[in-house]
């Protein structure tokens, strides 16, 4: 048993290290505009609660809200690992578009380190860029074609510490490295005219920084087995760079190069800062059974500095948007101290409303955004150690989402996806005795 532990400990770390997520887990169209479509933090059983993390405490992982690692006992190693797979309907006027995605979504991991303290580490998507779409413009009988394309994505590995100093209290700190790197294509080619030109722009993007986060949580006991966990992240603005390559063609369709294979710029710095981030929730626990929660997050995007060389045709003025999300979720168990396996299976669901925080450049040339909609819905499977009594899960997560943009003439997205992650629960620290 030890040297299988070990080896799930050793191999979950080399994962971290060597593996990003999501080679590419989107394909949107607004992937094309600032970092690409943001990820939440949620993970296991938060993500089958419309994602709630601030007030959640417990026996499963918790990165979105640091403090929470304080709450593990001084004999239990939390594993936890995900892996997701998402079809996408994309929809404009009387054309559409499905696609599939999917892949190793997280890995995390938690343990105390002493008496009040707790530790967790692990790797999580931060972003992801995928897109393919065009156009024909067509002006003086002469018709362009328009391509864009691109992928990528940025992970980010984290570790965090959290403390209790009195009783019901804990605080906590994350620190995390964000790495990846997204690369843009565009091809503009003229279409009706015997000799066309050919012009095409090669970006990539590579990102490197570091952000903080700093939780808090307090549980508020109350009559009968119940209580109240509020909870607070903050993540302060961080000023970073990171480095972009360009390359540029022009050709004509008979294979003359113009200006072949410029590179404009190589490993330019490129102003790649991420916004100031506050958030609270709760969670509300009846006996065990029943727990309802919900969360508020704020993120001041409209101060964030990007780099111009993208050439998206946006302005720091009408680029990003402050963003707001909402998340509301509930879980529920029969018994969970029963013997029977359908009475110790958590059934669990949620809701989530966001705005974006990017613009996009619509074909009237003005600027807008969108509105994402989504609902989840979960199982718990449980897993009992006949020699420890501890129990661990199989979560299973269902999700629609759904993009509304806020101009008529804009991309409409519906996203469903699943999940799957094991919670594994064990007794690591406890020290053997013979007689």
Not at 137 to 149: G, H, L, V
Not at 227 to 242: E, M, R, Y
Not at 405 to 421: A, H, R, T
């Amino acid at each position: 048993m030890q040297k299988y532990k070990k080896l799930l400990l050793a191999t979950g770390i080399g994962i971290i290290f060597i593996v990003p997520l999501h080679g590419q887990n989107t394909n949107s169209p607004y992937s094309r505009y600032g970092y690409g479509i943001l990820e939440g933090q949620a993970v296991g059983a938060s993500k089958g609660m419309g994602g709630i993390s601030y007030g959640v405490q417990g026996l499963n992982t918790n990165p979105g809200n640091p403090a929470s690692y304080a709450g593990v006992d001084s004999l239990t190693f939390i594993f936890d690992i995900g892996i997701s797979y998402r079809k996408s309907k994309l929809s404009e006027g009387s054309s559409k578009q499905n696609d599939d995605n999917g892949g190793l979504d997280y890995i995390a991991m938690q343990f105390p380190l002493a008496k009040k303290l707790g530790m967790s580490f692990g790797i999580l998507p931060y972003s992801s860029v995928g897109y393919e779409f065009g156009t024909v413009e067509t002006s003086n009988s002469i018709s362009t074609q328009k391509t864009f394309s691109g992928s990528g994505n940025i992970s980010q590995i984290y570790g965090g510490l959290a403390y209790s100093p009195i009783k019901n209290l804990s605080i906590g700190a994350n620190i995390s490295y964000l790495f990846g790197n997204t690369t843009y294509n565009r091809v503009f080619n003229v279409l009706n005219v015997s000799e066309a030109n050919i012009e095409s722009d090669y970006h990539k993007l590579t990102v490197n920084m570091v952000k903080f986060d700093l939780g808090v949580q307090y549980a508020l006991p109350l009559s009968s087995g119940d209580k109240v966990v509020l909870g607070a992240v903050f993540s302060p603005k961080i000023k970073s760079s990171g480095k972009i390559n360009n390359i540029h063609y022009q050709g004509t369709s008979g294979g003359s190069a113009i200006k072949n294979d410029t590179i404009n710029y190589t490993g330019k710095d490129a102003p790649t800062d991420l916004p100031m981030t506050v958030g609270a929730g709760f969670t509300w626990n009846h006996k065990g059974r029943l727990v309802i929660g919900g969360d508020v997050t704020y993120q001041n995007w409209e101060k964030v500095r990007y780099s111009e060389y993208m050439k998206d045709n946006l302005d720091s003025k009408d680029r990003f948007n402050n963003r707001w999300r909402f998340n509301g979720g509930i879980e529920y168990s029969i018994d969970p101290r029963d013997r029977s396996f359908i009475k110790r299976m958590k059934f669990r669901g949620g809701i989530n409303y966001a705005n974006s925080y990017m613009n996009v450049l619509t074909s009237d040339n003005s600027v807008s955004g969108y509105k994402e909609y989504g609902a989840t819905v979960g199982f718990g499977l449980p897993l009992t150690d006949p020699y420890t009594r501890r129990t661990s899960y199989i979560n299973i997560n269902f999700e629609y989402s759904n993009v509304s943009p806020d101009k008529s003439n804009l991309i409409k997205e519906q996203y469903f996806g699943v999940s799957l992650g094991l919670c594994l629960n064990d007794l690591w620290f406890m020290k053997n005795k013979f007689r």
